[in-house]
């Protein structure tokens, strides 16, 4: 193939996939430095690690979406739509983040029957709860909430914490303004929201699209991620 044949696209997601994989192995080196921190009594490094292990959390999963938006545009991504257990869905994502919750302190509350199913694509909606975790671990001061019921015909799914909640700008737009523009004093792109929202209206059900929605209040008193699946 001729340098003319590759696209700038292809290029990028090729190299996006291998930046992913050298993240996945700084971040394991992380934990294990941290973890040996900790266990020598070096609170100070164990503290400055936790940091940066979150956020090489939160570069990973960004590359994760990116690829996915980018399989997305090319309609090469392969929907797979089934009826999972969602108890189990949020199990496993709780699992995946647990080293970054367990290093920061952050106590999980998970309220979802046990036999509550619904339609969704699986490893897309991981990705969803993971974008919502990082943010919730971002911003709470030390609790997350996910919940999850069927209510008029459609999953709700929601992730709150007790942090300070969305600013007034976010709120106007759901959150999907912040994917319109990079706020250079936090570093957001906005691109977990637009991920989110992209995922959710893939999932469709007689005329009905899923949607994204964020607000503050709910349990806590901080922000409110909510999924909804028709």
């Known amino acids: 193939m001729s340098m003319e044949e590759i696209s700038f696209t292809d290029l990028m997601a090729s190299s996006i996939h291998d930046m992913k994989n050298s993240v996945n192995v700084q971040v394991h080196a992380l934990e294990q430095i941290a973890t040996e921190a900790k266990a020598r009594g070096d609170l100070e ?17 960004n ?3 990116l690829l996915s938006l980018y399989k997305f545009g090319k309609s090469t991504y ?15 994502a709780v699992l995946q983040q647990r080293s970054v919750l367990d290093f920061k302190g952050i106590s999980v509350a998970v309220d979802c029957a046990d036999d509550c199913y619904w339609y969704f694509d699986h490893d897309l909606m991981t990705g969803v709860l993971l974008n919502a975790l990082n943010n919730a671990c971002s911003y709470t001061h030390d ?3 996910i919940a999850a019921q069927v209510q008029g015909g459609a999953l709700v799914l929601r992730v709150e914490d007790n942090g300070p909640g969305y600013p007034a700008q976010m709120l106007q737009g759901h959150g999907l303004g912040a994917s319109k523009g990079v706020n250079f004093s936090n570093g957001s792109t906005g691109l977990g929201f637009y991920f989110s929202a992209q995922v ?3 999932h469709q059900n ?3 699209l899923g949607t ?3 607000d503050n209040g709910g349990t806590y008193g901080g922000g409110c991620f909510v999924v909804t699946l028709p």
Request: zero cysteines; a neutral charge; charged letters at 15%.
């Open 45 to 61: 490094a164990f503290n400055s690690l936790v940091v940066v292990i979150a956020q090489a959390h939160r570069v990973n999963a």
């Open 63 to 65: 590359l994760i979406q």
């Open 78 to 92: 392969p929907l797979d739509i089934q009826e999972y257990s969602v108890a189990e869905l949020i199990a496993e």
């Open 143 to 145: 609790k997350v909430r």
């Open 200 to 202: 959710a209206q893939l």
């Open 206 to 208: 007689q005329g009905r």
């Open 212 to 214: 994204l929605t964020i």
